[in-house]
């Protein structure tokens, strides 16, 4: 067990567990927090977890966690480990089960007092136009060829089905396709867990909300993107559905033989991996882009349903109902990319679980849109609180292998929540404070409570002092879609 004397702080909001802590660790471990964050984490596994991080072979400069760090599977929630390219491991609990568990924030020119008395019409017809819930099937249901096609060229499949537009494509992290996606590494069953979810909310933590832009802390940034203050935005929070599930508990149980196979030492099991250049490896590689491709797509589909559902519910009754995608980020991905290690350029296998790529300004992978200014980051909160837009920082680049948090992240287990809230005192409670919300499960509309979770103002605070992305608006929810 990890204790607080453990941890070296370096900065204000940087600890560091040294390498010299536990024999097998190869590099050191960072966790970047304030006080009541560390305080949280120390209360279960997580910074443990993390230890265990740093112990993977490849594994190179240190292993990272974010604010919003808690408990996952093998890795904590909130974790960034980068390998060494190719010899380097890879690993499919580092990736995480929803394999590109995402976010994408499209905006209007309409203001909250233009939506407000339409507010209630619009979430009810996007919980009845979007499919939301375990196991929900989609407007579109792919046959074999088509599946493939999903996973090999991601939103563009959609894009070209009348689902969005080429700006859209644009504004998405790998233009919603992950190169090196091989179809013929998914597995039968996760096939057809896939084929008939496209365009599907899903259930636990995804959401759809409403949003008004609150407050702008970075006016000029905010001015280029397009941002004011009271503009009505929509975020779309889901990801790879039954398909992506289906590929981690896959290849979960296949490297359990891998391990074996290559002689990998581990200090905890669910820490299973593979050499990158192995056969092994290169099939899971393959799965999972193929899955983030299906998951860009999923989100495709669904922004153009909202953005039917506001012309369905607002045409004739507001000044221009349409809506502009700002962008899409992944976060639960593995990406080959450069970074500067120890004063050498380096090609590294950076695995992000529940953590955001955030790209500084002038990185040739951005869109022109965004090359001066650095990479949009979507940090969505608990529905009854807040999100944030930041912006990617060269910090990021130096410190963090160009990478921030993801959210909130949980302080209560769902079965805590669930015995601590009901769902339908919930929605009053919301709805007290202005929000609305639907919800096709009162037990998982409890599990999803505000309490539930980290403070996001907090998160966000952390990182934004760090350096590790910027502040440029913080959204408060209005309407809220839950599976």
């Known amino acids: 067990m990890v204790k607080k004397t453990d941890l070296r702080k370096i900065d204000e909001y940087l600890y560091e567990i040294p390498k010299e802590f536990r024999h097998d660790m190869r590099v050191p471990a960072r966790l970047y927090a304030d006080d009541a964050i560390l305080e949280d984490a120390l209360g279960d596994r997580s910074i443990e977890q993390l230890v265990n991080t740093a112990t993977l072979p490849g594994v190179v400069r240190y292993t990272l966690a974010m604010p919003d760090i808690h408990q996952g599977y093998g890795p904590p929630i909130g974790g960034v480990i980068a390998t060494r390219h190719p010899d380097g491991i890879i690993s499919p609990g580092a990736t995480g089960y929803d394999i590109n568990c995402g976010v994408r924030v499209l905006v209007s020119k309409i203001t909250a007092d233009e939506l407000r008395p339409h507010l209630e019409t619009l979430v009810n017809a996007l919980f009845q136009n979007i499919p939301s819930g375990v196991g929900k099937g989609g407007a579109i249901r792919l046959n074999a060829k088509e599946l493939e096609e999903v996973m090999v060229r991601g ?37 057809e867990r896939g084929s008939p979810q496209l365009g599907t909310l899903g259930s636990g933590n995804h959401f759809i909300e409403v949003s008004v832009v609150e407050e702008v802390y970075d006016p000029e940034v905010a001015d280029a993107w397009g941002l004011f203050p009271g503009q009505i ?33 581990l200090p905890d099991r669910e820490l299973v991996c593979a050499p990158f250049n192995s056969p092994e490896g290169q099939a899971y590689f393959g799965a999972m882009a193929s899955a983030a491709n299906y998951a860009w797509a999923n ?21 221009d109902w349409h809506l502009r995608q700002i962008y899409d980020v992944a976060h639960n991905i593995v990406k080959i990319e450069e970074h500067d290690v120890d004063g050498k350029r380096m090609k590294l296998i950076v695995h992000r679980k529940g953590a955001t790529r955030a790209f500084g300004p002038g990185h040739p992978v951005l869109p022109p849109a965004y090359r001066d200014t650095g990479q949009p980051v979507l940090i969505p909160g608990d529905m009854g609180t807040g999100s944030y837009l930041l912006v990617g920082t060269e910090k990021a680049m130096r ?18 929540a669930k015995k601590s809230i009901r769902g339908e005192e919930l929605i009053q409670e919301l709805r007290q404070k202005g929000i609305i919300v639907r919800a096709g499960s009162m037990a998982g509309l409890a599990e999803e409570a505000p309490e539930a979770y980290k403070d996001v103002d907090r998160v966000v605070n952390v990182v934004h002092k760090a350096g590790l992305a910027r502040k440029v608006a913080r959204f408060r929810p209005l309407g809220v879609i839950k599976g």
């Open 155 to 191: 939103a563009a499949f959609a894009v070209e089905r009348g689902y969005g537009s080429r700006e859209d494509l644009e504004r998405t992290e790998e233009r919603g396709a992950l190169a090196g996606a091989d179809p013929a590494a998914v597995s039968r069953h996760a096939r």
């Open 233 to 265: 935005a929509v975020w779309v929070h889901s990801g790879s559905r039954g398909l992506g599930h289906q590929v981690c508990s896959d290849y979960v149980r296949d490297f359990q033989k891998a391990v074996q196979k290559y002689n990998i030492s």
């Open 299 to 319: 989100r495709q589909v669904m922004a153009e349903l909202v953005r039917r559902t506001f012309e369905q519910v607002l045409a004739g009754k507001v000044s």
């Open 399 to 416: 410190d963090a292998f160009g990478t921030t948090c993801h959210g909130a992240g949980r302080v209560w287990s769902r079965a805590q």
